[in-house]
């Protein structure tokens, strides 16, 4: 079946530690984003990519990085430079950015102890 | 810039009742996008609708209804007969004509009671 994969589901990290959050797609899209949602906020962009070997800032990148090395996979590192890393990450493509809707991964729920 | 408001933060309602979620966007573009999405308690969001900027004919999905008025640069969404599996935080979101400022409102909570 056609759509996009988010690993794991849960994940728990100690304060300092580097992580990496696992997204996959195989509907062939374009467009890559990474989301960061807190309790009862609106969704935050972090990074979005257009096409491989390209990605941009989004709203609240600093902390982060991510690499769009092949067009089905956009992992996002959660560096120890993220003051409050403790959030719900959501994955999500589109065929092309702008006029086409994002389709949406289950999301990753990392908590740092 | 642009931005998307969601003035109900919260809404509750009873089975069967009718139910606006509102929507109010701004953008100095003359070309965009507009889109509700639904984000049930599992967390992950589920695409509903997209709306261009040219495109004002109202649109009506089974018991999902959207409203879109450039005058008032509104899209607002209406489910009638609202039933308990409708409870979920819909997001109303924003998009210019080349994916740079893709934007989502605050959302919605919507609980419907049975």
């Known amino acids: 079946d056609g759509g996009i994969t988010q690993s794991p589901k849960y994940l728990f990290r100690k304060e300092g530690q580097n992580v990496t959050l696992s997204c996959e797609q195989n509907?062939?899209?374009?467009?890559m984003y990474w989301y960061r949602q807190d309790p009862g906020q609106g969704l935050r962009l972090i990074y979005y990519?257009?096409?491989?070997?390209?990605?941009q800032k989004g709203d609240i990148a600093e902390g982060y990085s991510v690499s769009r090395e092949k067009k089905e996979s956009f992992p996002l590192t959660v560096t120890s430079a993220q003051k409050n890393p403790t959030a719900f990450y959501l994955c999500?493509?589109?065929?092309?950015?702008?006029?086409?809707?994002?389709?949406f991964g289950p999301g990753t729920r990392l908590t740092v102890l | 810039a642009q931005k998307v408001t969601q003035a109900q933060t919260e809404i509750s309602v009873v089975e069967k009742e009718d139910v606006t979620l509102d929507c109010v966007y701004e953008?100095?573009?003359?070309?965009?996008?507009l889109f509700w999405y639904k984000q049930p308690p599992s967390g992950e969001l589920v695409f509903l609708i997209r709306?261009?900027?040219?495109?004002?004919q109202n649109e009506i999905s089974g018991r999902y209804s959207w409203n879109f008025q450039k005058s008032t640069s509104s899209f607002n969404f209406t489910i009638t007969a609202s039933q308990v599996v409708d409870s979920a935080v819909y997001f109303c979101?924003?998009?210019?004509?080349?994916?740079?400022?893709?934007?989502f409102g605050p959302g919605t909570r919507l609980s419907v009671l049975p």
């Open positions: 999500a493509s589109s065929m092309r950015t702008g006029n086409n809707e994002q389709f």
């Open positions: 509907l062939n899209h374009d467009a």
């Open positions: 990519s257009q096409i491989v070997n390209d990605f």
């Open positions: 953008t100095r573009d003359t070309t965009y996008y």
């Open positions: 709306r261009n900027s040219f495109d004002e």
């Open positions: 979101a924003l998009s210019d004509n080349y994916g740079q400022n893709f934007v």
